[in-house]
């Protein structure tokens, strides 16, 4: 089974961006210890960022029928777009939404989530290991669905 993570507006800053926040590492580093953790639960994972709203719409089409479920931080775009709401469920992949910070505790601005409500899952605030809780939660969901089946 494959799975898509992918990242948007200002992540590929991760390691030098407000550290304080977001913490000290890379997306590199991020993604690699994302993939072997995938890897050792028989998963294959791949990996997408970007700045631009369009790319991040045409990636999450490209996925269609070929990716099982998603793990996506969508940065600002999180409270801003229709566009990324619109192409997650236009594929129809289940998806896991997650935050580095906890979004609920930061400006107002943040507090609203054009994906939350269609998510399978939301993690949010545990800085790099949002990405490995955000994963095991997807995969758990995923072996859910196929026994239900
Ligand atoms: C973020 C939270 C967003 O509000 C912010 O715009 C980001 C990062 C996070 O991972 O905590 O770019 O998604």
Redesign the pocket.
């Known amino acids: 089974m494959s799975l898509l993570l992918i990242n ?4 590929n800053l991760l390691g030098q961006r407000e550290p304080g ?2 913490g000290m590492d890379t997306l590199k580093s991020i993604e690699s210890r994302l993939h072997e953790l995938a890897k050792a639960e028989g998963f294959e994972l791949e990996c997408f960022q970007s700045n631009v709203e369009g790319e991040l719409v045409n990636r999450i089409h490209q996925a269609f029928g070929k990716v099982q479920g998603i793990l996506i ?4 775009y ?2 801003t777009s229709i566009a990324i709401r619109d192409s997650l469920l236009g594929v129809s992949i289940p998806y896991v939404e ?4 906890n ?1 609920y505790s ?1 400006e107002p601005f ?1 507090h609203h989530s054009y994906l939350s409500d269609k998510a399978v899952g939301l993690v ?1 605030g545990f800085g790099p290991i ?1 990405y490995q809780l955000a994963l095991q939660g997807l995969i758990n969901y995923l072996r859910m669905s196929q026994q239900n089946k």
């Open positions: 948007g507006p200002n992540l926040i977001y931080n969508a940065g600002a999180t409270h997650l935050h580095l910070s979004t930061r943040r949010s949002s």
